[in-house]
């Protein structure tokens, strides 16, 4: 494992254990931490913060990985070579300054070859789409979000398009099929999700109701429950690489502990009518 593997490695376990840990410590805390695992509706103080950015610097979020995966697809196909180039001079210094203090490296980073053109391809599509739905359909209210989210975020995709870069390996057709359906149909009830959202606050962006229709009927947060699917699909498609591997637990704790809670909490609260048979993110179950 090279010194670019760990980093990313490193990247998904401290991504999966540090949200859980604050959580643990905001619950002893009297929710003093809750801002840096919530945001939106649910973020408890929307008062004027250093800290604290608008909700709607999320589209930013979807520019970079859009940009990234872009060039790393361009690397790929025409041998471009800007990120592999970037990353390889990264490690160069990694490799440098850890020699330096006596610690031997062997291993260098490469791409992967041909066989991660599928899971770049799903990945660049659901970037697209969700620059898209950010731009033209998400109707952005006045809430606030921590700015460690929009700094995690920020590096979250070119992480997930390095995973898929550096551990992608060859699958056969009928995966390669299976992965690809089951990409389209969770993009298609994330749409209608994410579209359902934005007409219950056509007129005013800050008034709330409750989302019905698609998977809202089961759950109080099917888009979420259909992004890990979207990520279940790419890891299915790169062969079970590890690092996206990585990327699929992260996904599973961090909605399923950290983000659907609260909003599932938030409409319970606010609304008396909200139907009582929805789950939080997994219909029937949870």
Avoid at 4 to 13: P, Y
Wanted: net charge neutral; glycine share 4%; with cysteine.
């Amino acid at each position: 494992m090279n010194l670019i593997e760990s980093s990313i490695l490193l990247f998904w376990a401290v991504s999966v254990c540090v949200p859980p840990l604050i959580k643990l410590l905001s619950h002893f805390n009297s929710g003093k931490f809750d801002c840096l695992l919530t945001w939106g509706k649910t973020l408890k103080s929307q008062e004027p913060s250093l800290l604290l950015v608008p909700h709607r610097f999320f589209t930013h979020f979807y520019v970079t990985g859009f940009l990234f995966n872009s060039l790393c697809l361009m690397d790929l196909f025409v041998h471009f070579n800007i990120i592999s180039s970037a990353i390889t001079y990264v490690e160069i210094i990694l490799e440098t300054v850890l020699n330096s203090i006596g610690i031997k490296t062997e291993e260098t980073f490469h791409f992967s070859s041909s066989q991660s053109w599928l899971p770049s391809m799903l990945l660049q599509l659901q970037l697209t789409r969700r620059l898209l739905e950010s731009l033209l359909i998400v109707r952005h209210d006045k809430s606030k979000m921590h700015i460690s989210h929009l700094l995690f975020a920020l590096c979250y995709y070119p992480v997930v398009s390095l995973s898929i870069n550096i551990s992608t390996v060859q699958v056969s057709t009928p995966v390669s099929i299976l992965s690809v359906l089951l990409f389209v149909w969770a993009s298609l009830h994330q749409y209608r999700c994410h579209v359902i959202l934005a007409e219950l606050r056509a007129e005013d962006p800050n008034v709330y109701g409750i989302p019905y229709g698609d998977w809202f009927e089961f759950v109080s947060s099917p888009h979420y429950l259909a992004e890990i699917l979207i990520y279940i699909s790419i890891f299915i498609s790169s062969g079970g690489g590890y690092l996206l591997g990585a990327n699929c637990v992260y996904q599973i704790v961090n909605f399923s502990l950290i983000c659907t809670p609260p909003t599932h909490y938030w409409y319970l609260k606010k609304f008396d009518n909200y139907p009582s048979q929805r789950k939080i993110l997994i219909p029937f179950v949870y």
